[in-house]
Nanobody, 113 residues
Framework: VQLVESGGGSVQPGGSLKLSCAAS????????MSWYRQAPGKERELVGT????????NYADSVKGRFTISRDNAKNTVYLEMNSLKPEDTAVYYC???????WGQGTQVTVSS
């Protein structure tokens, strides 16, 4: 089981980024998947989840209405689309597969003017 995140970078406040999490070793579409983030000096926090089967999503209050999780089962990939980014969204973002207790290596997102 392997998760590889990509798509991070630097963006100005109000900008957008779309992160990808490419899974291998299992069919990610059959399982719930999560995105977490960890800012410098802070604990890792849950950003949001997407369930298996019906793909229902849930988000932390801090990102609700701005972030969207989706998946493409044909590509075995989960996405985190981030809009209206704020400086407080700066963090390393991680993909997580709870069923396998597996983390990706993380991708850095920096929001700064």
């Amino acid at each position: 089981v392997q998760l590889v995140e990509s798509g991070g970078g630097s963006v100005q406040p109000g900008g957008s980024l779309k992160l990808s999490c490419a899974a291998s070793g299992f069919a990610s579409g059959n399982y719930g998947m999560s995105w977490y983030r960890q800012a410098p000096g802070k604990e890792r926090e849950l950003v949001g989840t997407i369930s298996s089967l019906i793909d229902s999503t849930n988000y932390a209050d801090s990102v609700k209405g701005r972030f969207t999780i989706s998946r493409d089962n044909a590509k075995n990939t989960v996405y985190l689309e981030m809009n209206s980014l704020k400086p407080e969204d700066t963090a390393v973002y991680y993909c997580y597969a709870p069923r396998w207790v597996s983390w990706g290596q993380g991708t850095q997102v920096t929001v700064s003017s």
